[in-house]
């Protein structure tokens, strides 16, 4: 059995409706797939925390956490790894985006995320999302 490893996601919405994704590493587990901003919690850090420092180290954001929201909460087993994931709709965030650890990022519309290559975990978050979309 693989150690369940706990990961915040940020579903960053912009003032166009568009939804920020970033590339992963060709290294990374699930590489070179696109993916919502996040990544893993670390000890003695609340879920806003984590998101909060994600979002800095990786797209170069900052959040208030007054405008994030829990979208769904995600537990998915690959072969290697169990994940749960924690996506929350992003809103009013600062700064621009880019790739801080030089990865691709891209805001695209919801409705071609399902164009874009991305991990099984975010299918259904994605599929949630356009269930829901636009967002309020």
């Not at 800095?56 to 537990?75: G, N, Q, S, T, Y």
């Not at 691709?104 to 991990?119: C, E, F, G, N, R």
């Amino acid at each position: 059995m693989h150690e369940r490893v706990e990961v915040v996601a940020a579903i960053v919405v912009d003032s166009c409706q568009r939804i920020l994704m970033a590339q992963r590493a060709d290294w990374q587990h699930q590489g070179g797939k696109w993916e919502f901003p996040g990544g893993k919690i670390e000890a003695g850090e609340t879920h806003l925390q984590a998101l909060a420092r994600e979002l800095e180290e990786e797209v170069d954001l900052k959040i208030d956490p007054r405008f994030c929201e829990l979208f769904k909460a995600v537990h998915h087993d690959y072969a290697d790894k169990q994940v749960s994931l924690y996506f929350y709709l992003v809103k009013n965030v600062s700064g621009m985006a880019k790739g801080m650890e030089g990865q691709p990022v891209l805001w695209i519309d919801a409705k071609t995320l399902s164009q874009l290559a991305i991990p099984d975990a975010n299918k259904t978050i994605a599929d949630a999302l356009l269930e829901t979309w636009p967002v309020s």
